[in-house]
């Protein structure tokens, strides 16, 4: 995935109920946020991403999918608030051996290519912690 990058904090990604997505996102933009909306169907997401200013808003789609997410789930049990936080990593693998050793429960993982970049992704609670490992070659 390219020449490997040290770790960072890179975004914060909060579940909102579909029916406040709107009001959410126009917070953010109002705050100077510059968001790109695109739905991931096979996972049941709208997802509302602003990559440079670290936030992310994800609510699930009205589909099957969508209804049994982790991310319905968590709206369901908690409401709308901080799902996780992203941190890139180098590569996946060797983060997750690390977060391992601290009893990870890993909750998802995806592997997507698009454009010509790739994305490797591990969502967990690690210590009670909300926590996804990003590993990618995307600027």
């Known amino acids: 995935m390219g020449e490997p990058r040290p770790p960072r904090m890179h975004h914060v990604v909060y579940a909102v109920s579909p029916q406040r997505l709107d009001t959410a996102t ?10 790109v909306t695109f739905e991931l169907t096979d996972l049941g997401l709208s997802v509302t991403l602003d990559w440079v200013g670290g936030v992310e808003l994800i609510s699930p789609l009205d589909t099957e999918a969508g209804r049994s997410s982790t991310v319905a789930q968590f709206l369901a049990a908690r409401g709308d608030g901080v799902f996780s936080v992203a941190l890139r990593v180098a590569e996946i693998a060797g ?45």
């Open 26 to 35: 126009a917070l953010f933009e109002e705050l100077g946020f510059t968001f």
């Open 95 to 139: 983060a997750e051996a690390v977060v391992a050793r601290y009893g990870a429960v890993t909750r998802f993982r995806q592997h997507r290519e698009v454009d010509g970049f790739e994305l490797d992704e591990s969502e967990m609670m690690v210590l009670g912690l909300p926590l996804t490992l990003l590993a990618t070659d995307l600027p």
